[in-house]
């Protein structure tokens, strides 16, 4: 599929997809969050793809925010629209049976800040500055930032974030465990291929239900949140990979997954 804002890659099973507005620095509007849409309903589909990477075209930002002057003279019933078409990228992201990996190459603001927040693991290149800035133009956020970074780093920091629109900086982003690694920018993309390839070699089922419990367990109480680890485990004897990471495991010999 062709897209106008974003830029598509696949290789041994890992997909790159580059938000690619750099001009309005990557800012959301509505074109190109049906085009994410479109595209993540596409990699969900694509059984040889194993991880996924999103990142942000040009050294500045990965994504500024919605896109502000496509928002500024909506009325409420297309703002509602507009937040709940943002937020179905965000589910799809966090519930996608594949990894997502967010490369944060620069400006991840607003809505660009939510769309790392969706995404499973965060990489950062030194020069990324995050911020739920909404506050500074008059409205809260919509794509889920008041529920995601609360249940990323707490309550207390999330609401001084969100309170003040501050901006930090990558450093200030680690510290708070809002990404899980800094890099330098020239080292980023890299970065995030060696991580996905890695993931990407593991049993992509168990991948998957390791991603399934842990965003749905932590929204249980825990002896349910077990029972439920429990089940998933127990799905895992149902497949070949079982069999073949055990089996290799005894054999002292490397596992070879086919993701059945
Ligand atoms: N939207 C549209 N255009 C943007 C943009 C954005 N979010 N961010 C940057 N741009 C555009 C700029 O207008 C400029 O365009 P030209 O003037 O060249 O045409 C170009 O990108 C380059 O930006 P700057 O010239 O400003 O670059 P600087 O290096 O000077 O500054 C900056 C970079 C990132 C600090 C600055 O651009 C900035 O502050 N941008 C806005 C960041 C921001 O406030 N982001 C949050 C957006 S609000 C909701 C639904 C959704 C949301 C909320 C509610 N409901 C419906 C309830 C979500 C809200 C947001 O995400």
Redesign the pocket.
């Known amino acids: 599929m062709k897209f106008n804002n974003l830029l598509v890659e696949k290789s041994d099973g890992i997909a790159t997809v580059t938000v690619n507005r750099p001009?309005?620095?990557n800012?959301?509007n509505e074109e190109t969050l049906k085009e994410l849409l479109a595209c993540f309903a596409g990699l969900e589909a694509d059984v040889s793809l194993r991880v996924v990477i999103l990142t942000g075209a040009g050294e500045?930002?990965f994504v500024?925010?919605?896109?502000?002057?496509?928002?500024k003279d909506?009325d409420a019933v297309a703002?509602?629209d507009?937040?709940l078409l943002?937020q179905k990228v965000m589910h799809l992201i966090e519930h996608l049976s594949k990894p997502v990996i967010a490369a944060v190459n620069g400006?991840a603001?607003?809505?660009?800040c939510?769309l790392a927040l969706a995404c499973d693991i965060r990489l950062a290149g030194n020069n990324a500055?995050f911020?739920?800035?909404?506050v500074?133009?008059g409205?809260?956020?919509?794509?889920g930032?008041t529920q995601r970074l609360p249940r990323l780093i707490g309550k207390g920091r999330a609401k001084e974030l969100l309170f003040t629109g501050d901006?930090i900086d990558a450093g200030e982003a680690l510290r708070l465990g809002l990404v899980n690694r800094v890099v330098p920018p020239g080292e980023l993309l890299g970065a995030a291929r060696v991580l996905a390839a890695k993931i990407a070699g593991k049993g992509a089922y168990s991948v998957a239900l390791c991603k399934e419990a842990v965003n749905n367990g932590l929204e249980m109480e825990i002896d349910k949140a077990c029972r439920f680890e429990a089940d998933h485990f127990a799905l895992c004897f149902a497949t070949a990979d079982q069999k073949e990471g055990m089996g290799a495991f005894l054999e002292k010999r490397p596992a070879v997954f086919t993701g059945r």
């Open positions: 001009k309005a620095l800012a959301l500045k930002a500024a925010g919605a896109d502000i002057a496509a928002m909506l703002a509602r507009f937040a943002g400006f603001l607003g809505g660009g939510e500055r911020g739920q800035p909404e500074n133009l409205v809260i956020p919509g794509f930032g901006m």
